[in-house]
């Protein structure tokens, strides 16, 4: 088959990497003629294409392709994908994130493309946002969907989020998991020992894990409001940020009026393949995002078999199962949020029994081969 990949941008990102292994997957594993179609990734996310990371998969990379709205680029943009499209004439056109969902779904229909679907990582309205912007994500949602064949929802909250939103209806969506390399992270505690030295932290202490930007609705700061009370009830805790961005200088200035220093370790910017490594450095993960489609990080730890605390939003609940892989709290709530990860943190055999199930439970689930064959059956079934 001709299947063309249409993103926004590909940044160091749970939908980018995803996006990024179909494509190899299905160049390698089913002699598919692929192509990847994306706009430069600017800002502090990172490249994720840099260092040879995209291997064999080809590009087209279009300069006016933006993630922010501007007419005049969007106009150029869906002209650009257009052209695109009609040299490599595809059989399927898979489109991801917002701005190229829009795009990449009309143009493709005004092609007559065979096969159009679009991967709903993550809804792009919420109610962070104003009530303008939000009625206007909703109906450039509700518009594209008209474009294309299938919806496919990283986790069933995401179908159910856009089907009350009125976007389209429930027989037009099907869930599959976003996939992964798991060995990693199968094969990550070998690590552990090394990894944890380099970050300057002992036998005796007890990690507290957060991979995420430092952007706006990752809750960073609700983990260091948390922190005050767990280092009083548990001092040897220690806390892991993963990941950089915008908010590096506010949560380093809230930790310091906080007097925090000590406790709390940031990795800066790293490349995907060191995620694992530093996962087998903690002793737990916690997810406190106030959206997110289904936090890859979440499957990654508990593969890892590092159980997880998360807030209850979107689909953390489908893989932070109670009592059997982690604890879901209330989002925004500081008691329960620190309750929870200080009982983990007092608790080595409670960590094991739910970090174990999580790895028996999810490797299978969220390996990227599951994804590209799933995905591919569904190109077949509408071709």
Request: aromatic share 6%; glycine share 8%.
């Amino acid at each position: 088959m001709r299947v063309a990949h249409v993103i926004t941008r590909m940044i160091i990102g749970g939908a980018q990497e995803n996006t990024l292994l179909c494509c190899q997957d299905l160049l390698r594993d089913y002699g598919d003629d692929v192509l990847l179609v994306t706009g430069p990734s600017p800002g502090p996310e990172g490249e994720l294409l840099g260092q040879g990371r995209a291997g064999e998969v080809p590009l087209a990379l279009l300069p006016c392709l933006r993630r922010a709205i501007d007419p005049w680029r969007d106009v150029a943009s869906y002209r650009a994908i257009k052209r695109v499209l009609r040299e490599f004439r595809p059989d399927v056109v898979h489109t991801h994130s917002a701005k190229a969902g829009v795009l990449g779904r009309r143009a493709a229909s005004a092609l007559r493309v065979p096969v159009i679907v679009h991967t709903v990582h993550g809804a792009p309205f919420h109610p962070y946002q104003s009530w303008m912007a939000r009625t206007l994500f909703r109906y450039c949602e509700a518009y594209a969907a008209r474009y294309c064949h299938v919806l496919v929802s990283v986790a069933d909250a995401m179908t159910d989020l856009l089907v009350e939103a009125g976007v389209a209806p429930r027989e037009k969506f099907v869930t599959v998991s976003s996939g992964m390399d798991v060995e990693p992270f199968l094969k990550a505690e070998a690590h552990r020992d090394r990894v944890r030295r380099e970050l300057g932290f002992s036998d005796q202490h007890l990690v507290v894990g957060k991979v995420a930007r430092l952007f706006h609705l990752k809750g960073h700061e609700f983990l260091i409001e948390a922190a005050t009370d767990i280092v009083a009830q548990c001092p040897q805790v220690r806390f892991l940020l993963v990941g950089d961005g915008l908010l590096r200088n506010a949560l380093t200035a809230k930790i310091a009026a906080a007097g925090l220093q000590d406790y709390f370790h940031f990795t800066g910017l790293v490349p995907p393949e060191r995620i694992a490594p530093l996962m087998s450095a903690m002793d737990l993960l916690v997810h406190v995002s106030l959206r997110e489609g289904l936090a890859r990080t979440l499957p990654q730890a508990l593969i890892a078999g590092k159980p997880v605390v998360s807030f209850d939003v979107d689909g953390a609940r489908e893989v932070v199962i109670p009592d059997q892989t982690g604890f879901l709290v209330p989002p925004r709530e500081i008691g329960p949020l620190t309750a929870a990860i200080t009982t983990l943190a007092r608790d080595s055999h409670l960590r094991q029994r739910l970090g174990r199930t999580g790895r028996a439970r999810f490797t299978d689930q969220f390996r990227h081969q599951t994804m590209t064959r799933r995905l591919r059956e569904i190109y077949q079934l509408h071709f």
